[in-house]
């Protein structure tokens, strides 16, 4: 189970995202799935996120 005090949860139609807390999300975020390869899994391309230092 995770620890929800890491994480905030936000929701978009029926998915639960969860985004630990530390990263800071941008009023317009983006999240573009570029590829899925077997075995390696699924890759994606991100916008309007930053990391905290």
Request: net charge negative; proline share 2%.
């Amino acid at each position: 189970m995770l620890n929800e005090e890491k994480y905030n949860i936000h929701q978009y139609k029926d998915v639960q995202i969860y985004i630990q807390k530390g990263i800071n999300v941008q009023d317009n975020v983006e999240i573009e799935l570029k590829a899925t390869l077997p075995l390696l899994g699924s890759f994606f391309n991100c916008k309007g996120i930053s990391i905290d230092n």
